[in-house]
């Protein structure tokens, strides 16, 4: 599937219904969905894989994957209502994703979800509560040797250090993520920020 192709069917998933704030729930845009996952499909982490998505809100990282010819994909997301969306959302483009519905603070998830390639996330930034990603980034590292994630830019030196000894980061891809007025506290209806595709990959001790 071209990217192009990947990006158009990404377009028609439905997002979020009630936003929730305090889990910082944004909708990853299709066109820099596609480029994670194309990325990730070009260095081989994708094509017969099993790929995790963590915190997969309405399912955009995970169908995505399951679209170009994932092997399994399990998405993982606190929040119920969000996971609905996916599972509709995956229908609508007859993916194959199973979801779970956890905390990914949860100890005992990773054994639920078993060793997996790769892992794909856009997780919280930690603008509602500070070092919000910090239990992916670990929950990551524990189930797959190789993790795509999107941060805010600038963001990498801080990932590193905080993975210092268990990851190294092997890519770096910039890009926008443009976010449109959906809680209160925004003051314009659309605001760019800029985020930083990284690759980890795990460093076995
Ligand atoms: N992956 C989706 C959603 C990104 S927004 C996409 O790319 O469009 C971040 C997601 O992480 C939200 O859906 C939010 O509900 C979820 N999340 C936040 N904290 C979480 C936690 N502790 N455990 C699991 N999911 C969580």
Redesign the pocket.
Known sequence: MKLKTLEMKLQRLAG?TRP?AS??????PATL?ARLLYDALMSGDIGGKRVC??????????IGASLLGAESVV?????EK?TEVAKENSMLLAADVEFIV????DEALSARIGPCDTVV????FGAQKAH?DR??IDLALSIAPVTYG?FNSGSTPFVQAYTNGRAEITGIVSGTFPIRRTFSFHTRDVQEIGVEILRLKRILP
């Open positions: 979020f929730r889990l910082e729930q944004y909708q990853t969905a998505d963590l915190g997969s809100g309405t399912g955009m990282l995970a998405g993982v997301e606190i929040d969000a956890a905390d990914v603070k996330m856009n997780p919280p919000a239990p992916f999107i």
